[in-house]
């Protein structure tokens, strides 16, 4: 399993970023997929997943404002986020499980004036 990010950077509050995993070595198109985010000095937190059909799951707090898409003809996951908040700065990472034991090195997301 290989998991590539990409498509972090910095961002002003309210703005917006879309996050790319390129993901090879296994089926792609038959796995649930998640984004996850660490914060600095705190957990690995679950963002959002997308299950092989499209069907779509966000955490509570970030409904509305991130959104997550497959294109399984590319092996690849996006993470489209907008109306960013300084609390959204955090590494973001892609993974084949919901607890993250298995993504890949993540991409950095600062959200700063």
């Known amino acids: 399993v290989q998991l590539v990010e990409s498509g972090g950077g910095l961002v002003q509050p309210g703005g917006s970023l879309r996050l790319s995993c390129a993901a090879s070595g296994f089926p792609f198109s038959r796995y649930l997929m998640h984004w996850l985010r660490q914060a600095p000095g705190k957990g690995l937190e679950w963002v959002s997943q997308i299950d092989p059909s499209g069907s779509t799951y966000y955490a509570d707090s970030l409904k509305g404002r991130f959104t997550i898409s497959r294109d399984n003809a590319k092996n690849t996951l996006y993470l489209q986020m907008n109306s960013l908040k300084t609390e959204d700065t955090a590494v973001y990472y892609c993974?084949?499980?919901?607890?993250?034991?298995?993504r890949g090195q993540g991409t950095q997301v600062t959200v700063s004036s």
């Open positions: 993974a084949t499980d919901g607890s993250g034991h298995e």
